[in-house]
Every structure is written in C-alpha cells, then in structure tokens.
C-alpha cells in the first residue's frame, strides 16, 4: 500500500531535549516535505526537499534540522525543542511539482 | 508571493443541503489546485485537483469544485451534505518551480442535524 509513514504519532518531551521525527514513503517520491499544523494558521511549511541531499527552508525553519540521505526517508530533527514548537506535524511527498502530497497521519508534539 | 485564500474559517450546514467552500489565489499563471479534507485526528486526504482542461473537476465523496481563471477561485461544492463531511477543508496551490504546496488557513465544517 501506498503511504507516507511518520513516527512517533504522540510525543511529549520536555524542553532542550533533542527529539527526531522519523518520515518513510514507499512511493519512491522525489519531492518530501514537513509541516505544522497550528490552530488559525493552516499548514505552514517547515522544510522541503527536492531530492537526495537537497533540502531548503520553507516559512518557518527556525529551530528545525532535516536530512534526506535516503530517497525514502525524510526526519525532522528539533536539536532543542521549546514550547512554541507544541504543534501537529505533518511530513508529505509529491512524486513530481504538479502532482498531489501524500500525506503521513500526523505526530502531535508537546513541549513542556 | 502568491497565496491562499479561503475566507470562511467556520461554516454550519444543516444534513441534506447544498455546500460551497470558497478559495482564492494569487497567483501569476495557471496554477496547479487541490482541495485536501481532514477528519479529526486524521491526516490530509485528497478531494480532488485540477491541472488543466474542463474547468469542472469531480472529486471523491460527491464533491466537485470549479475553476475559474477570471475570478481567481477554485469553490468546491456538494450538493447534499452528510453529517460524515464534517471536517476541516484545505484549499492548496502548487508554485512553479521545486516548491511544495501552498495551503489556505481552512474552513472548518460542521454539520447540523
């Protein structure tokens, strides 16, 4: 089955504590992507990649680490989480630029 | 920058009547449009999309949605709604260029018996 994978779903952490969200598709995409989801705000862009070790910033890196070192595989790395990083993320892959995301179940994050 | 906008962040619909959920873009060209639905605690599925051709595009679960170039929208509309629609709706556009998806803030969607 086609998918996009993220883990973990649920993950409460406390502030400085390095933390990584892991993001897998099966679709061999070229393009992946991660977003927050905050309430009023929609879905905003935190990194995108293009392909194998190409990434760039999206409208809200700051305080976000991604790598892409395998096709397949997409993490989302808080090197030291804060409270306004309390969100839902989202990790999406497109096979080409006009296509359609493909989008993971979503990790809630908490930071406290 | 282009942008999304959908300019109802909450709408109430009674079961049974017709639906309509606006989005507007800014955007220089043609540019490539979706509709995505999220169900509470669910991620974003796709409704429907629109590349180029008939302006009127079908989507899943009854819905469609039209283009139109002159107004700068892509409205998606269901003619009879069912309390399993309620949901958040997001409207989103493709950039030209290597550039992910831009997606409007939502409307919310509540059904009513």
């Known amino acids: 089955e086609a998918q996009v994978t993220q883990n973990p779903r649920y993950l409460i952490t406390v502030t400085g504590k390095k933390l990584t969200v892991t993001c897998s598709q099966n679709m061999n995409h070229e393009y992946m992507s991660w977003y927050r989801q905050d309430p009023g705000l929609g879905l905003r862009q935190i990194y995108y990649?293009?392909?194998?070790?190409?990434?760039d910033k999206g409208d809200v890196p700051e305080g976000y680490k991604v790598s892409r070192k395998e096709k397949r595989n997409f993490p989302l790395i808080l090197e030291s989480p804060s409270p306004n990083q309390t969100s839902l993320y989202f990790c999406a892959s497109r096979r080409s630029m006009n296509t359609e995301a493909f989008f993971g179940q979503g990790t809630r994050l908490t930071v406290v | 920058a282009q942008s999304v906008t959908q300019p109802d962040i909450h709408i109430t619909v009674s079961e049974g009547a017709s639906l309509e959920l606006r989005c507007n873009y800014s955007y220089g060209a043609t540019p490539y449009l979706f509709w995505y639905v999220q169900s509470p605690g669910q991620g974003l599925q796709l409704l429907l999309k629109y590349f180029s051709g008939d302006t009127l595009v079908q989507g899943i679960k009854g819905f469609e949605a039209e283009f139109k170039r002159s107004q700068s929208s892509f409205n998606l509309r269901k003619p009879s709604v069912h309390w399993s629609d309620a949901a958040e709706y997001f409207c989103?556009?493709?950039?030209?260029?290597?550039?992910?998806?831009?997606f409007g803030k939502g409307t919310r969607l509540s059904v009513i018996a």
């Open positions: 990649s293009m392909n194998v070790e190409v990434t």
């Open positions: 989103a556009v493709a950039r030209l260029g290597n550039t992910p998806l831009v």
